[in-house]
Structures are given as structure tokens and as C-alpha cells.
């Protein structure tokens, strides 16, 4: 269940709940005793187990919603608690080389404000918080507040850590590393972040939107995970950065002039989206990426600076004008789509194809009144729509309801015909016939036609900067900087996981 995450971060403190200890034994020895080893320590399996009793204890106070531990969510969760007691024994590891340890006051305040929050709890009064701790594995209230204080000091430590961690690297080498050669220019990680973020937000609002606007899709198969979510993120920030870095070498090795004043504007207009997170939000985020606020900036001068260089060089491709010959060829290929003549007609759409045949019989019934008809089905919920459209031209609707309307006499009902939008009865009560002639569409055909020569020779440009300017990235594994240093930590100090033990 999603919302036993939300409160993942209180059930991780409970790792100091048994303290971890380093011993020498063989692998399967340790297995059948610890969840997981870093370095010389060993995580017992017992942490795992009061952490996952405290999350659900918490998620019960929280929700009133007894979680059985037999529920598939479980298996889940245990694995999520698993890797968070292994990032507590890391971070301790590393707390030493930036200087943090921990604040006893802070820890004191929030082990009572914890057992207080959990205690007030609407779900939890009477004999129900003592057979509410006992049912997920906790003995006595004593045993439970243990596992609070414990809670408190984890908490404290790890947040505690990872806020001295960020302040200390901010503007530093994992900002400055270089994550990308084109040619010769050097693309530091700042850039790369600078994108990310943007990329970020982009989505963000984009959910927000579709939320906010009902066209999300509710179904479970079409919903993608937050891991999805965050590869998807990351594989188009990678192509946005090689993108951009390529028409930036192009730019450069074209010598092309770019105003300062044009770069700001370009600039804002790339971060319109900004003002809606609030610049204190902003801030937080491109600190959490080591970024300081000159940094940030100039990575997007930067980005601002590939665009307009993509602008310039696209603004100076060179392609075939199209001949008054290729504007006939072209009408005389698709003549309909410069048919000046109109069907006028009425409507009713439904997705329902048995109602859609019941209106077409009603409305060609001798002395139908398509009007009345349309007045009818419009209070009916399968109805979409049932309306004038007036006068249109063949190429305004879609080809299948064009061609039934020209198709038709006028004054007749056609129909059920099947579109896109559903199944649309037509009524065409009037006509209006115009013979096709090139030198009315001819202006019209000829802008068409440059613009699809422009723009054909546009996108092979854009193809061919993109294959000789082709940036090499030079660190693969990039991310936010506290879990690079995560992931360093893991691999020396050799960290494993026991998944085997995990759901005994």
C-alpha cells in the first residue's frame, strides 16, 4: 500500500531499536541471523522486524486500518525497510569525514513529540494501543517507547546528515565534474542538473494538468511506477543535455553571434515554469543538486545560449522553393482538400452503436423532424452531441464524416457512420457546390509547400549536428549527489542484503 511509504521514514529510526554489532562468521551463519551486512556490520533480522511492527503501528494511528502481515504490501515494505537500515549504517560510516554528529536536544524533542502524536491518536484509545502494539510484535508500552526514542535518534541523524552533507558540497565537484565532451567543450554536471530539474518540473505540471483537467487515466495497467517515472525522467534529461551540447559545439564552430540580451530572454522564457514551484522551493531543489545559485544560472545562460544558436543555424538553411509545377502536381493529388464547396449539416454523436441505428430509423421515417429528433437525445447521457454544425468545407471534419455528408443528397439522413469520436447520424440540409480551380488554392498550395520543404530540411540539419557533434558522457551513473555518495559507500564497503531472510 502506497501509504505505508509516506510513513516509512518514522518506521527507519527503529533500527537503533537492537544495536547493530560486527562479528566474524560465514555468510550462511550470518544470513540465518542478520538481513544485511555492511562492511563488518551486521543488520539482525530483529531491526527489520521491530521496524516494519512500528511502521504498521504507525500506519494504524494515521489510519485506523489494520495491515496483516500476511498482506502483499508487507513483503514490500520489509525490502524498503531493509535498504533504509542499510543507508543508516552508511551514513554513520560517513558522518566523520563531513563533520556531523548528533544534536541530543533535537533527538530528546522529537522522541516526544513522536510518542505523543502516536498516543493522541483517534484509533488508538483505551485497551486498543496496547493490543495494537502487541499485535505487531511489541511486548509492553515500555518496549514501544524504547523503539520512539530510538526512532527520534535516527531520524534526527540521518536527516541531520544528509542537510550538513548538501550544505558542504554545495558548488563543489559534484556540480563542477565534467559529464559530458563534445568536440572539445567540456559540459559540467551542473548543466546536466540544470536540465534534470527543468525536465522535472515539466513533468510535474504536466500530471497537474491532466489531474486538474479529468483526462488522467485511472487505469491501474496504463499507471506508471515512480520507478518508470524517474528512468523515463532521466533517460530524457540524458537526451536533452547531448541535444543541447550538440548545437552548442555547432554554434561555436560556426562562430555565431549571440546578444546577451537575447540570452536572458531566452533564459526566462525556458524557466516559465519556475514561478509556480516559488523560488523558495527552487532553491531547496537546486541545493539538493550542490548547485549554488550562480551555478544554476549559468547553466541556464548555457542551455538559453544552445537555443538560439539552433535558432541561428536553422534560420540559414538553405532548401528547394517549390515551382508553380509542384504546386499543380500537388492539387491535382489531393483536389479535395482544396474544394472550396460546403455540406451544411446537422448532427447527433453517440459511442453507442445500437442508439445510433435507433436515431437513424426515427429520422428517416416519413415526416421526421431531424430537429425534433436532436431536441430528444440531447437529455440522453450516451449522447455526446447533437447540434448544427453549419457550413463546412471536406477537409474541416475527419475523412470518414466528410465523405458521408458530400456524399449525400441534400435533405437526406445518412448514417451510422463510425469516426473516431463515435457514431455520428447526419442530417444535410443544404449544399453549396464549387468547381475546384488550381489558381484559387495556388498562393495557399505554394506556403504549404515551402513550409514543408523548410521544415524537411530543418529536421535533416538538426539530424546531422546531432551525428557530428555527438557528446560522449563521461559519468553515467549521475544523480542527486547524496545518493552518488550513497551508492560509493555501498560499493566499498560492500554491502549485501539477504533477501532471503527478509519475509521469514
Given at each position: 500500500m502506497k501509504n505505508i511509504k509516506k510513513i516509512i521514514g518514522i518506521a527507519m529510526a527503529v533500527t537503533l531499536l537492537f544495536s547493530a554489532f560486527g562479528c566474524s562468521v560465514n555468510e550462511e551463519k550470518l544470513a540465518n541471523k542478520a538481513v544485511a551486512k555492511v562492511g563488518d556490520t551486521e543488520i539482525p533480522k530483529m531491526n527489520l522486524d521491530a521496524v516494519?511492527?512500528?511502521?504498521?503501528?504507525?500506519?494504524?494511528?494515521?489510519?485506523?486500518?489494520?495491515?496483516?502481515?500476511?498482506?502483499?504490501?508487507v513483503s514490500s515494505l520489509k525490502e524498503e525497510v531493509a535498504n533504509n537500515l542499510v543507508e543508516y549504517?552508511?551514513?554513520?560510516?560517513?558522518?566523520?569525514?563531513?563533520?556531523?554528529?548528533?544534536?541530543?536536544?533535537?533527538?530528546?524533542?522529537?522522541?516526544?513529540e513522536t510518542l505523543k502524536s502516536i498516543k493522541s491518536s483517534s484509533y488508538?484509545?483505551?485497551?486498543?494501543?496496547?493490543?495494537?502494539?502487541?499485535?505487531?510484535?511489541?511486548?509492553?508500552?515500555?518496549?514501544?517507547e524504547n523503539a520512539v526514542n530510538l526512532?527520534?535518534?535516527?531520524?534526527?541523524?540521518?536527516?541531520?546528515?544528509?542537510?550538513?552533507?548538501?550544505?558542504?558540497?554545495?558548488?563543489?565537484?559534484y556540480a563542477t565534474a565534467n559529464y559530458m565532451t563534445v568536440d572539445d567543450i567540456k559540459v559540467t554536471a551542473s548543466i546536466y542538473y540544470y536540465c534534470y530539474i527543468q525536465k522535472a518540473m515539466e513533468q510535474e505540471y504536466n500530471e497537474y494538468q491532466k489531474q486538474y483537467s479529468g483526462s488522467a487515466d485511472s487505469s491501474e495497467s496504463e499507471q506508471k511506477t515512480d520507478e518508470q517515472k524517474q528512468q523515463e525522467l532521466k533517460e530524457s534529461t540524458v537526451a536533452m543535455v547531448k541535444e543541447k551540447a550538440a548545437f552548442y559545439a555547432a554554434g561555436k564552430e560556426a562562430k555565431t553571434k549571440i546578444d546577451t540580451k537575447k540570452v536572458n530572454s531566452k533564459k526566462a522564457e525556458n524557466e516559465s515554469l519556475s514561478s509556480m514551484f516559488g523560488s523558495d522551493t527552487l532553491t531547496s531543489v537546486y541545493n539538493a543538486y550542490g548547485l549554488t545559485k550562480k551555478q544554476y544560472d549559468e547553466a541556464g545562460k548555457w542551455i538559453a545560449t544552445a537555443d538560439l544558436y539552433k535558432e541561428a543555424l536553422e534560420e540559414k538553411v538553405t532548401y528547394d522553393k517549390p515551382t508553380e509545377k509542384d504546386a499543380e502536381k500537388e492539387f491535382n493529388k489531393?483536389?479535395?482538400?482544396?474544394?472550396k464547396s460546403t455540406v451544411s449539416a446537422k448532427h447527433i454523436l453517440t459511442s453507442d452503436k445500437s442508439l445510433a441505428k435507433e436515431i437513424y430509423e426515427q429520422a428517416t421515417q416519413k415526416g421526421a423532424d431531424f430537429d425534433q429528433i436532436m431536441s430528444k437525445y440531447q437529455k440522453n447521457s450516451a449522447v455526446q452531441e447533437a447540434s448544427d454544425l453549419g457550413a463546412f468545407t471536406y477537409p474541416s471534419m475527419v475523412e470518414d464524416f466528410s465523405k458521408a455528408a458530400f456524399d449525400a443528397e441534400k435533405g437526406s439522413v445518412v448514417g451510422p457512420v463510425k469516426t473516431e469520436y463515435g457514431y455520428h447520424v447526419i442530417y444535410v440540409y443544404d449544399k453549396n457546390t464549387v468547381e475546384p480551380k488550381f489558381e484559387d488554392s495556388k498562393d495557399t498550395i505554394l506556403s504549404k509547400l515551402d513550409s514543408q520543404n523548410k521544415l524537411e530540411a530543418v529536421n535533416k540539419l538538426d539530424e546531422d549536428i546531432k551525428d557530428k557533434h555527438n557528446g560522449k558522457v563521461e559519468i553515467e551513473d549521475i544523480d542527486e549527489p547524496y545518493n552518488m555518495l550513497l551508492a560509493e559507500l555501498k560499493k566499498d564497503n560492500k554491502v549485501k542484503i539477504y533477501k532471503s531472510v527478509l519475509n521469514k
Open positions: 516494519v511492527g512500528f511502521t504498521l503501528v504507525s500506519y494504524y494511528a494515521n489510519s485506523g486500518t489494520e495491515i496483516s502481515m500476511e498482506d502483499s504490501s549504517e552508511l551514513v554513520k560510516k560517513a558522518a566523520k569525514d563531513y563533520g556531523y554528529t548528533k544534536n541530543d536536544k533535537e533527538v530528546k524533542e522529537a522522541a516526544k488508538l484509545k483505551g485497551d486498543k494501543y496496547k493490543s495494537v502494539l502487541k499485535q505487531y510484535g511489541f511486548e509492553d508500552e515500555k518496549s514501544f526512532y527520534a535518534e535516527f531520524s534526527t541523524y540521518t536527516s541531520g546528515f544528509a542537510e550538513k552533507f548538501r550544505n558542504k558540497v554545495q558548488g563543489g565537484k489531393n483536389t479535395k482538400a482544396y474544394d
